[in-house]
């Protein structure tokens, strides 16, 4: 079966200090792979995405990810956190395999970043 | 704005009531989804649309009925709910499966 594991639910760091939040999927085939944050109250907004072309991607607010399959993984991080990152990041997969397309979302990270 | 713009963003309804989530995206995609997002649980996929068509059902309680009337629009219509159904229910879309979603803002919703 299709899965993402996001392998902490809540991480904590200082503002001003790197972040990683990370995430690891099963999968036979090349998944396209997304995080997404949500801050309260608010949906869900794209930071980035993966689709096969270079395995650094870069997202808005700093935020990027490495595609890593050898590890099936898929982490995201930022060099210095700002307290405006606080919000719950889902990591995302959609695998094209057999005419299925559903996307499969992690349980989601809660990041909190104190001052 | 992310092009996806859901209404009512707040709705409490009574258990023997009849209210509707309307959904509209101005990006131009072909396919609607409606998500479901409960507290300490993950995002639950509800239901999806590709060219109007219903494509996916999971398993939803038939007191959530979607309708669909073309590309832009979606609705759920919503009838003798239980409080459990207290949620934000996220409307989604994009240019065909399997390409990046792009989700509203959500509508709260309250079961009273």
């Known amino acids: 079966a299709q899965s993402v594991t996001q392998l902490d639910s809540h991480v904590s760091v200082s503002e001003g200090t790197p972040v990683l939040l990370r995430c690891n999927y099963s999968s036979s085939y090349s998944p396209s792979l997304f995080w997404y944050v949500q801050h309260p109250n608010k949906g869900l907004q794209l930071l980035l995405k993966?689709?096969?072309?270079?395995?650094l991607v870069k997202g808005i607010n700093g935020f990027e990810a490495e595609f890593k399959k050898s590890e099936t993984s898929f982490h995201l991080t930022k060099p210095s956190a700002h307290m405006s990152d606080a919000a719950e990041y889902f990591c995302v997969v959609i695998y094209a395999s057999g005419g299925s397309y559903i996307p499969t979302f992690g349980r989601g990270t809660s990041l909190i970043v104190h001052p | 704005e992310t092009g996806v713009t859901q209404t009512p963003r707040h709705l409490v309804m009574g258990m023997t009531n009849k209210k509707s989530l309307k959904c509209e995206q101005h990006l131009g995609h072909n396919a609607m989804y409606w998500y479901k997002q409960s507290a300490k649980k993950p995002l639950e996929l509800m239901f999806v649309?590709?060219?109007?068509?219903?494509?996916e059902n999971n398993s939803v309680p038939s007191r959530f009925s979607p309708e669909c009337p073309n590309s832009s629009h979606l609705f759920l219509h919503l009838h003798t709910l239980q409080p459990e159904d207290s949620a934000l229910y996220l409307c989604a879309s994009s240019q065909e499966r399997g390409n990046t979603i792009y989700f509203g803002e959500g509508s709260w919703l309250t079961v009273v």
């Open positions: 993966y689709t096969s072309a270079a395995t």
């Open positions: 649309y590709s060219l109007e068509e219903r494509v």
